[in-house]
């Protein structure tokens, strides 16, 4: 073998060992998930799934509020983020080359890489801050709903952009020369047709929120009650393995796991939804 | 007619403008809350300070920037090879089907929640480090400074940086591929001509898009900067400006997730402060790598 194919061969061995290195710690969380925290959620799936948690020390419990909790943020963020994002990426594919598209596409195009916990600081210096906030109410749920809504807005523009731009302009041009108005084009004609790609936009943007745990912590804070006020601190799910897992209590920790193991499945069944329907869509 | 046409894009242009305010909103907001704070603290103060101390009311933000920069740049020594062989691997060595599916593994690694890395940080991949990496390198290599440490533990820099560059490294092997695929077929063509062998013609593929891999890396070294919890969790929280990679540090997320739930007054604005640099220092990276992203885009990104 000359000196150049050992070369080749080396060089390619290692590219497939940094596949490998890649792939390992993935298997290793999930495996460890499984092992530390399966068989939790197996033994007593009902308790898991709907019991609130126990003081730490004291067996069972579970992860009842923190989904609870999880949901309610969830859902008035989906409320607020999913119609702006939409509409504002609409807006971005038909009016293209508007000042206001152009300077949106820059602005999103710097939040998606923004750091999330900023977003958390400013909800809860607009809204929720004692000294500055409008509403001054000390960490809430809305306040933590807000930033997962601002979130994931950039993301479902640009997303909900994209998709619209694979129309043809073909068909905005036909349904124009039959006299739609600019609303019964979009929202009946343009709309209707992308409706997968609208929808594989959201879970994009709903995926990267589920798991958000650092803009919770600090708009939000931490607890461990069921959800009961808007204005109050409420459960999460990453928040809740944050606070487990950096506990020193086996129970808790143990509980962790579980969690991080259900959570690691939801992300994954979003993600597998939003890529089946794309598959769909091409 | 006209006025019902133009209302829909009144309303639509309504929620864009809304989202291209939003950064500025987050700019106002930080100042907004920082503004206590600087009030009463000069601005060249706080970035100089070599002390984060809330009982001698010491407010220094050298030691975070310190941290957070070692840690993050850390990552990136990590990332750099691995992404782009990586990505070479999926792109030029594996057939199709295989690397259509190991980019669904690489899409899964950078859904996977940040909280739960750090779960797995503090208690596998730390624990597992410390008991034998860590223990050869103070052993072994204790002579050299940055692996000098008095009290092992598992939780230090090295640690939150092999971490870190484990969670950023799928966003930079997606651009890298997707810089690859865009390399004009006729360059390869002309190198295979030549005679190279195929890591010759891989390295001249490499070269002419080393903007891309420049821009991709910012991209990667940006969310280092800005992840928290999972650093957090792992970085062991001690501000230091020791050189040594096993001893604890802390970084501009990690003060302020762990302080700012609790902190009040002073305290909550100064943690804001932080956040104000934070914000700089992203924004700067996400600018400079399009930056250079935009100048690929008249190259042969077409």
Redesign the interface.
């Known amino acids: 073998m000359s000196l150049?194919?050992l070369?080749?061969v080396v060089?390619?061995g290692?590219?497939?060992?940094?596949?490998l290195?890649?792939?390992i710690?993935?298997a290793?969380?999930i495996f460890?998930?499984i092992i530390?925290g399966g068989y939790y959620i197996v033994s007593r799936p009902l308790e898991f799934f709907t019991d609130i948690g126990r003081p730490p020390g004291v067996e069972g419990g579970g992860i009842g509020h923190a989904i609870q909790g999880s949901l309610y943020m969830l859902g008035l963020a989906l409320l607020i983020g999913v119609?702006?994002?939409m509409?504002?990426g609409?807006?971005?594919a038909?009016?293209r080359n508007?000042p206001?598209?152009k300077?949106?596409r820059?602005?999103?195009?710097?939040?998606v890489?923004?750091?999330?916990?900023?977003?958390g600081?400013?909800t809860?210096?607009?809204l929720a801050?004692?000294?500055?906030g409008i509403l001054a109410t000390g960490?809430a749920a809305f306040a933590a709903s807000l930033a997962l809504a601002?979130i994931m807005?950039?993301i479902v523009?640009r997303s909900v952009e994209a998709t619209f731009l694979t129309i043809p302009s073909e068909i905005r041009e036909g349904a124009y020369a039959l006299g739609f108005?600019?609303?019964q084009v979009?929202f009946r004609i343009l709309l209707p047709a992308v409706k997968a790609g609208v929808v594989t936009a959201v879970l994009i943007g709903f995926?990267k929120i589920?798991?958000?745990?650092?803009p919770v912590?600090?708009s939000n804070?931490?607890s461990n009650f069921w959800f009961s006020k808007w204005t109050e601190p409420a459960p999460s799910i990453?928040?809740l393995?944050?606070v487990y897992?950096?506990s020193p209590f086996k129970e808790w920790?143990t509980q962790?796991?579980a969690a991080?193991l259900f959570?690691?499945l939801l992300?994954?069944g979003v993600?597998f939804l939003a890529?089946r329907l794309t598959k769909k869509l091409l | 007619?006209t006025t019902?046409?133009?209302?829909?894009?009144i309303?639509?242009?309504?929620?864009?403008?809304?989202?291209?305010?939003?950064?500025p909103?987050?700019f106002f907001?930080?100042l907004?809350?920082a503004s206590?704070f600087f009030s009463k603290f000069s601005f060249l103060d706080f970035i100089l300070g070599r002390e984060w101390s809330l009982s001698e009311q010491k407010y220094g933000a050298l030691p975070a920037i310190y941290g957070t920069l070692t840690t993050a740049g850390l990552a990136l020594l990590i990332t750099m090879?691995?992404?782009i062989?990586?990505a070479?691997?999926?792109t030029e060595?594996l057939p199709e089907w295989l690397s259509e599916k190991?980019g669904?593994?690489?899409?899964?690694?950078a859904?996977?929640?940040?909280?739960?890395?750090?779960?797995?940080g503090?208690?596998?991949?730390g624990p597992f480090l410390s008991d034998t990496l860590y223990k050869f390198l103070v052993e072994n290599l204790g002579f050299i400074p940055i692996f000098q440490t008095t009290t092992l533990t598992a939780y230090n820099k090295l640690t939150a940086a092999l971490m870190l560059g484990?969670m950023i490294?799928?966003f930079a092997?997606s651009v890298i591929k997707e810089n690859l695929r865009l390399v004009p077929m006729e360059i390869k063509e002309a190198a295979y001509a030549l005679g190279l062998?195929?890591?010759e013609v891989?390295r001249i593929t490499l070269s002419y898009i080393k903007p891309g891999i420049f821009a991709a890396l910012m991209?990667a070294l940006?969310?280092a900067?800005?992840e928290?919890?999972a650093v957090s969790?792992v970085i062991g929280n001690t501000c230091s400006f020791s050189v040594s990679l096993l001893e604890p540090a802390c970084t501009l997320?990690t003060l302020?997730?762990n302080n700012?739930?609790e902190a009040?007054?002073i305290e909550?604005a100064a943690?804001?402060g932080l956040?104000l640099v934070?914000?700089v220092i992203?924004?700067l990276?996400?600018?400079v790598s399009?930056l250079i992203y935009g100048k690929l885009l008249g190259g042969y990104m077409r």
Request: aromatic share 12%; hydrophobic share 60%.
């Open positions: 150049k194919k070369r080749d060089y390619t290692l590219a497939y060992l940094s596949l290195l890649l792939i710690p993935l290793w969380i460890e998930c530390r119609p702006t994002g509409f504002a609409i807006y971005l038909e009016r508007s206001i598209a300077a949106a820059f602005v999103s195009d710097i939040l890489e923004f750091p999330t916990i900023l977003v600081i400013v809860y210096i607009f801050s004692k000294v500055t960490p601002l807005i950039p523009a108005s600019s609303g979009i995926a589920i798991g958000e745990s650092a912590i600090v804070g931490i990453p928040v393995i944050y897992g950096l920790q962790a796991w991080s959570l690691l992300v994954m993600g890529r | 007619m019902v046409r133009k209302s829909i894009f309303f639509l242009g309504g929620f864009a403008l809304f989202l291209a305010l939003i950064l909103l987050y907001g930080e907004y809350g206590e090879p691995v992404s062989a990586a070479v691997a999926m060595l190991l669904i593994i690489v899409d899964v690694i859904a996977v929640p940040s909280v739960v890395v750090g779960l797995w503090i208690a596998s991949l484990y490294t799928p092997v062998t195929k890591w891989i991209l940006g969310r900067v800005a928290a919890v969790m997320t302020i997730i700012f739930a009040t007054g909550a943690l804001i956040g934070l914000f992203s924004i990276m996400v600018l399009r």
